[in-house]
Every structure is written in C-alpha cells, then in structure tokens.
C-alpha cells in the first residue's frame, strides 16, 4: 500500500476542496439559476440562501456520500493503491468542470467523478476493480444518466401544464405576485437537494481519504455528526464559495439563455428537478442537478411551443453532459496510469 503520509493526505483534502469550489462554480449554481434569472431574488441574497440550504442538505443524510465512498470501487483495490484513485478522479473532474464553466456549460460533477473514479479503478487493477453489478450504486446511477433528465423535462412540463390550467383565470399580476414568493421557497428546495446529493461527494472524498489515513472504516459511521463534522462544514463552505465567486456563466446560460422565465415557470422548474433529485438521495444514487434542472427548464419552456426553447443552447448543454464522460474517463485512466509510476 502506498505511504499514507500526512502531507499526501493534506494533498487530497486540499484537491476535496478544490473540488467542492469547482462544484459551486457549475453545479450549486444550477440551484439558484432560476431565482436569479427571473429577478425573484438578488445574486447576493440567493447565494446567501443557497449556503444555507446546501449545508442543511449535507447535514441531512449520509447515503450519497458512503456511496462515493464504498460503492464505486472493491474495497481490495482502495486499500492497495490507497489515494491514488482519488487523486486522478479528483484532478479530471477539476480540469474538466474549470473548462466547462469557463465556456458557461453546466455539467454534471457527480457524474464526471464518478467516471473518473471507474476509469482510475481499471487502470490500476483492471476492470473487476469496478463493481458492476445490478444491485451495485454505480450501475444504478449510470441508469439515473438517462432517467433523471428526463423526469425532470416531464416533471416541469406536466406541472406547468397543471399550473396553466389551474391558473387561466387568474390575472397575471397576481400570478407574478404568488409565484414570486412561492419560487423562493422551490429554490431553497432545490439548494438543500442539491447539498443533500451533489453536496456529499466532497464529503464522501474526505471521508474517504480519512479512512484510508486512519485504516478505520468505522469512520463512515460518524457521520454527518460526531467527530467529522468538521467534514460537512468545509465542504458545504467550498460549495458555497465557489457558487459565489464563479457560477455567474452557469446562471446566466440557465437563467435566461435557454427559454424566457416568470416566476410561475421557475417554481415549476426547481419543484420538479429538486423532487427528482430528493428521491434519489433518499436511495444514495448520485444524480446530476445539472442534469435534472435543465432538462426541467427545457419542459417548462416547452409548454409554451417547442420553439420557446432556445434549442441551440439546449444542444450545446446536451453535448456536455455526454462529453463529461468520456473526457473525465480517459483522464483518470491516465493520471491512474502516471501515478502507478511514481507513487
């Protein structure tokens, strides 16, 4: 097993970090597009929601994170190669999400990290260091891929349809005046399902590492209180800062890019997705918020005619979502492979 030291083990905290800002740089930012896009609440005050909300959904279950953590690869193959599949999931994952929001594409995080991971696991010990069976999370998320978008499109456009009808008689300032409150309660909704989901992989990460340092596996069973607090607090505080310092490409491409948004549209958006998104925490499988709160988007805006939806924009998402995991597969294949040699 390679040396657990303490500077490597500071090394991935740091890179847990790390890939807790870029997570609030394109992921936490999904949460709060909506809110913002439709001028419901300031950036300042959405993002001061989406912090709170993010930590009270990582502080509200486990199962997300233990899956990232145990679920994913044979234990055998975590305790002989140690933090080397972490180091090259984490660092594709990074290099990825950086790029992607530079251009302003939201991305699944949960997913390219995932594909990392898988990918690392081969490259040091082939592919039964992967566990692939049916009733294994990784072969249940990688059903989620599919699944999830579209319930969040169908989720958005049968509830904007139930709106519209329930709705035709009602003037549309008051509407406005009814889902301007209530599209703030659905985007603290879709912050905490975010914290409760996408939220715990840092957690997952850490814990991981602590684990490995400790030789303990009874660690997972702290959290997310006892002793690793501390683990929830800076990961729900990275997602945070990342979300307020460099989300503004992803808001922007969602919040106003895709299709017009009123409020009414954007409650039934976050309503939807988060609901999608709570499910699945509930059952531990990792699901993208990228994934279900645009694709939401796109049914909302579908009510009004298809060609609403800014279909262009809606393409270019698509074809990021499908490039994550072939991207952050062969890079953590490769720097599986770079750091087999030198560690």
């Known amino acids: ?37 439709t001028r419901v609440l300031s950036p300042r005050k959405a993002i001061l929601m989406a912090a709170f909300c993010n930590l009270a959904g990582a502080t509200t279950g486990t199962a997300v994170a233990i899956t990232i953590g145990t679920g994913i690869l044979n234990q055998e193959v975590v305790s002989e190669f140690g933090y080397i599949p972490m180091i090259a999931a984490l660092a594709s994952v ?13 991305v699944s ?14 490259a040091l010990a082939g592919i039964n260091a992967v566990l692939w069976g049916l009733t294994d999370r990784l072969t249940q998320t990688l059903l989620a891929v599919g699944t999830a978008p579209l319930l969040g499109f169908a989720g958005g456009f049968l509830l904007m349809i139930i709106l519209l009808w329930v709705l035709h008689r009602t003037a549309p300032a008051k509407i406005s005046s009814i889902f301007s409150n209530l599209q703030i ?10 914290g409760k989901n996408d939220g715990q992989m840092p957690i997952g990460v850490i814990t991981m590492a602590l684990v490995i340092f400790h030789n303990d596996a009874s660690l997972w069973h702290q959290l997310p209180y006892g002793d690793l607090w501390w683990v929830v607090a800076i990961s729900a505080l990275a997602i945070s800062s990342g979300t307020a310092v460099g989300g503004w490409r992803v808001i922007r491409t969602l919040g106003t ?12 958006a976050e309503a939807s997705a ?3 998104i709570e499910v699945a925490s509930q059952f531990g499988i990792p699901v993208s918020t990228t994934h279900c709160i645009s694709s939401a988007i796109m049914g909302v ?5 298809l060609s609403a939806v ?21 890079l953590g294949y490769l720097f599986a492979r770079l750091l087999k040699m030198v560690m």
């Open 94 to 106: 990074i290099i990825w999400t950086t790029l992607a929001t530079y251009l302003g594409l939201p």
């Open 109 to 122: 995080i949960s997913h390219g990290f995932i594909a990392a991971l898988a990918t690392a696991g081969t």
């Open 274 to 276: 988060a609901s999608v």
């Open 257 to 268: 890019r895709v299709t017009t948004l009123r409020p009414v549209h954007g409650f039934a």
């Open 185 to 194: 309660l659905s985007a603290a909704f879709m912050a905490y399902s975010h």
């Open 1 to 37: 097993m390679p040396d657990a030291s303490l500077g490597l083990f500071l090394f991935i905290i740091t890179l847990a970090i790390g890939f807790g800002v870029v997570n609030g740089f394109n992921d936490a930012a999904n949460a709060i597009a909506t809110v913002i896009g």
């Open 310 to 330: 800014r279909w262009g924009v809606a393409g270019n998402i698509i074809a990021a979502w499908i490039l994550t995991f072939p991207i952050c597969g062969a």
């Open 301 to 305: 805006g579908a009510t009004r005619r």
